[in-house]
């Protein structure tokens, strides 16, 4: 229920996966400045995705056969008895910031939860005697249609261990949220008469930048997609020293090399890739597109009246933010 603790060192790159920023925004500040990256101030990279695209992810990996290595949980779990126990501390963490921000418009409402929850009851009790392999969700997964087996999967990817879909929103929020307290920090400090605001050049500088960055443009574009992200590290502004320094000829190998590697998957059959994708059958046109299979299950999940809607919701605030658009808050 707290943000994670962070002890951060000055020019160094650090990989948080999934982080639960569910505190207060003061309390997300101190932890992310706190020494010895109080002086200088980080450059945080979230990384997004839309959330159809996840889902259905989600979905194909889980649901391939054989199950993928560290993965076996699946065959002893129910979901639904998972999502009956997390649902309500979700709603507990991240309705507050998904409803009540001021001026946001609403991802979700509390009478949803209660549906996702029906909605998965559904979707495993009513089945769970026609597989005689024995139960679990992963035998279901395999076994439903897919559209089903699609919101199945959705339910727990929203609403089971990780939430990983609210908690991608609720962090979104958050981060401009520390983003909006530090910036009233910096007026207050330029432009109050009293002594104790009346700060150094230093203390008027931002401590914190974020680059809100879509893993749908590095699985699409993998080498422009790395040519932005290393030109954000190596940048150097006024309010922050790049830690790293690259010369465009050091980006553009990096860059290439990953693109390579990246491609040799798809081409290798990566469990974590053609599930959604698949590679331009032109060798000459180095692209990766959207599977059609993968197009009509974004399709059937879109007509979904509740995921369609909060999803939905959520797509619109992970364009937003890669637009550096707030229109929810």
């Known amino acids: 229920t707290k943000c994670p603790h962070l002890t951060l060192h000055p020019n160094t790159i650090y990989v948080q996966s999934s982080p639960d920023f569910f505190c207060d925004v003061n309390v997300l500040a101190e932890e992310l400045l706190s020494r010895p990256t109080k002086q200088r101030g980080v450059k945080l990279i979230h990384l997004v995705r839309n959330p159809f695209k996840m889902a259905i992810s989600n979905y194909k990996y889980h ?37 009540t921000t001021p001026g946001a418009y609403r991802l979700m409402e509390y009478d949803d939860f209660p549906i996702i929850q029906s909605m998965c009851h559904r979707l495993y009790n009513n089945n769970n005697q026609q597989f005689f392999h024995g139960p679990g969700f992963y035998m279901h997964l395999l076994n439903l249609p897919p559209t089903e087996g699609l919101i199945l999967a959705t339910t727990y990817l929203l609403l089971g261990h990780g939430g990983d879909i609210l908690r991608m929103a609720n962090n979104i929020i958050k981060l401009r949220q520390l983003q909006l307290l530090e910036q009233k920090i910096i007026h207050l400090r330029q432009h109050s008469s009293l002594r104790q605001f009346r700060k150094s050049e230093e203390s008027k500088k931002r401590k914190v930048q974020v680059l809100t960055m879509s893993m749908d443009h590095f699985i699409l574009h993998p080498k422009a997609a790395t040519i932005q992200f290393l030109d954000y590290i190596s940048s150097k502004d006024d309010d922050h020293d790049g830690g790293v320094r690259l010369s465009s000829q050091e ?15 798809v ?62 808050y």
């Open 267 to 328: 081409t290798a059959g990566d469990e974590h890739i053609t599930s959604l994708l698949s590679k331009n059958s032109d060798e000459e046109d180095s692209t990766v597109v959207m599977s059609e299979s993968s197009m009509k299950l974004e399709t059937s999940l879109r007509e979904n009246v509740i995921f369609g809607r909060i999803l939905g919701n959520i797509e619109n605030l992970v364009e937003e933010s890669l637009r550096g658009v707030h229109n929810w």
């Open 251 to 265: 980006k553009e190998e990096i860059a290439t090399r990953y693109e390579q590697m990246y491609y040799e998957k």
């Open 63 to 99: 649901s391939q056969d054989p199950l993928p290595e560290g993965e076996n949980w699946m065959k002893r779990t129910n979901p639904c008895a998972v999502i009956d126990k997390s649902a309500a501390v979700y709603a507990q963490l991240v309705m507050k910031t998904l409803t």
